[in-house]
């Protein structure tokens, strides 16, 4: 237990130029704004039309199916559910 404290303090304690601080700061920066901007909610929003147009398409005749699902993927993709 004692070596684990002991290694987390030494790396702590090692300096680390401006440069380099720097460069960590922006790079945590640059993952806050890209969460904020929100790239996770557009992989949702691909998972709402995929099952928004499965639901819509279900009724459809067999031979029809798969246009309806790919035109309803086309409109939900530009005007999201």
């Given at each position: 237990m004692n070596n684990k404290?002991?290694?987390?303090?030494?790396?702590?304690?090692?300096?680390?130029?401006r440069?380099?601080?720097?460069?960590?700061?922006?790079?945590?920066l640059a993952?806050?704004?890209l969460?904020?901007?929100g790239l996770p909610t557009k992989a949702h929003a691909g998972k709402?039309?995929?099952n928004h147009c499965l639901a819509a398409c279900k009724k459809s005749p067999?031979?029809?199916?798969a246009?309806?699902?790919?035109?309803?993927?086309?409109?939900c993709k530009h005007s999201p559910i």
């Open positions: 404290f002991d290694e987390l303090a030494k790396n702590m304690a090692q300096s680390i130029t440069r380099g601080a720097l460069k960590r700061f922006g790079v945590g993952g806050v704004v969460a904020a901007l709402n039309c995929e067999p031979d029809q199916w246009d309806c699902y790919s035109n309803c993927l086309d409109r």
